[in-house]
């Protein structure tokens, strides 16, 4: 298991990291979620051994890696930019920890296929990397990261470099192998979809600090904060009257005081008058269509159109929201 406590990184005076709290049990998955220079490849450099701390201390199974150079601590990193020998073919690649620890080459041969396997790459162990797609690259990344047998893997944004579709697909693939393989690994990304995709907990790091940790599921379905909230893919965040006009438009009892984040997926839009809205703008999207609308007491609320309607701006339309996408933040005041 490793075990972060009060982590801090600094540069020139300034926290890059800042009093970092996080463990990861053996076989968990946990993704360090953050938006851009918010310090999640510092944190990950810190935990290979590649940034020193001048705050905290990190340990594995107990034991403090302060002393232990990156080269022992027996972790191994995976970038968004795979990082492959571009004059070695796949199987050379994958292979090349196992001829390093010294394996036969009918061994080496065995593991490869193996792994090649593993990750979905079957007869390609004779291609070069620059014969290959994004995708396919970074799935041989994964599988020489793999053949280190890291006691962890960490991964640095390692499908950022895709394009969404195929994003998507190697996510779910990944946290197949994570699982099939029993990995350990910390993940640090700014792509929500990815974090949810892959990881088991997740960590909402912002300005250096993590700032809500907990299931996968958990934080979604509860983030601590409105600044949260939207970093987590709620559309909107209403205190006051508001919160109180949409809570009784979803049927749910309202607390005194609190704030209500609402996802877009919450809210459905339809012909017809009853509860009603105005349209005020109206987009096809891949899997449907996005209406924003004008609910009285509440304002725009952006949310998913009935199949097959395509409103123009002043219709007026049905709103229903689904309370099961709505997140009740306790405390405004929490909410920046
Ligand atoms: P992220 O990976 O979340 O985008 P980084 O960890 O790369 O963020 O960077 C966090 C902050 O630390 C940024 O403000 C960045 O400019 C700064 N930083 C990172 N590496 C260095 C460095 N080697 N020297 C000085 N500042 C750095
Ligand atoms: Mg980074």
């Given amino acids: 298991?490793?075990?972060?406590?009060?982590?801090?990184?600094?540069?020139?005076?300034?926290?890059?990291?800042?009093?970092?709290?996080?463990?990861?049990?053996?076989?968990?998955?946990?993704?360090?979620?953050?938006?851009?220079?918010?310090?999640?490849?510092?944190?990950?450099?810190?935990?290979?051994?590649?940034?020193?701390?001048?705050?905290?201390?990190?340990?594995?199974?107990?034991?403090?890696?302060?002393?232990?150079?990156?080269?022992?601590?027996?972790?191994?990193?995976?970038?968004?930019?795979?990082?492959?020998?571009?004059?070695?073919?796949?199987?050379?690649?994958?292979?090349?920890?196992?001829?390093?620890?010294?394996?036969?080459?009918?061994?080496?041969?065995?593991?490869?296929?193996?792994?090649?396997?593993?990750v979905g790459l079957e007869g390609y162990a004779d291609r070069l990397p620059r014969t290959l797609s994004g995708g396919e690259r970074q799935r041989v990344a994964l599988a020489r990261s793999l053949a280190a047998r890291p006691r962890l893997l960490l991964l640095d944004e390692p499908l950022s470099a895709l394009d969404a579709g195929l994003r998507g697909r190697l996510a779910t693939d990944l946290r197949r192998i994570l699982t099939e393989s029993g990995t350990t690994a910390l993940m640090v990304t700014h792509d929500q979809a990815e974090a949810f995709a892959v990881a088991d907990r997740l960590a909402v790091m912002r300005a250096g600090k993590i700032v809500q940790e907990g299931a996968t599921t958990q934080v979604w379905g509860a983030p601590v904060d409105g600044d949260t909230a939207l970093f987590l893919g709620y559309s909107r965040v209403l205190e006051g009257a508001a919160a109180a006009a949409l809570l009784d438009l979803a049927g749910a009892p309202v607390p005194p005081g609190a704030a209500v984040a609402v996802r877009s997926s919450a809210v459905q839009v339809g012909p017809g008058d009853g509860r009603g809205g105005v349209v005020r703008d109206f987009q096809l999207t891949p899997d449907g269509s996005r209406v924003v609308v004008a609910v009285d007491g509440v304002g725009d609320l952006a949310g998913v159109g009935a199949p097959g309607w395509a409103p123009v701006p002043g219709d007026v339309a049905a709103v229903r929201v689904d309370r099961r996408g709505l997140a009740v933040i306790p405390d405004a005041q929490a909410h920046r």
């Avoid at 005076?13 to 360090?32: Q, Y």
């Avoid at 999640?40 to 890696?65: F, N, Y």
């Avoid at 930019?81 to 994958?94: E, I, P, S, Y």
């Avoid at 394996?103 to 080496?108: C, K, P």
């Fill in 1 to 118: 298991m490793l075990e972060l406590k009060g982590v801090t990184v600094t540069f020139d005076g300034t926290r890059a990291v800042d009093a970092v709290d996080l463990s990861v049990k053996d076989g968990d998955v946990l993704a360090v979620l953050g938006p851009s220079g918010c310090g999640k490849s510092t944190l990950l450099r810190a935990v290979a051994g590649l940034e020193p701390l001048v705050d905290g201390s990190i340990a594995w199974e107990g034991q403090d890696l302060a002393g232990t150079p990156t080269h022992r601590r027996g972790f191994a990193l995976m970038f968004q930019d795979g990082q492959l020998f571009d004059h070695l073919t796949v199987a050379r690649n994958v292979g090349y920890a196992q001829r390093l620890r010294g394996l036969s080459r009918a061994a080496v041969r065995a593991e490869v296929d193996d792994l090649l396997t593993l």
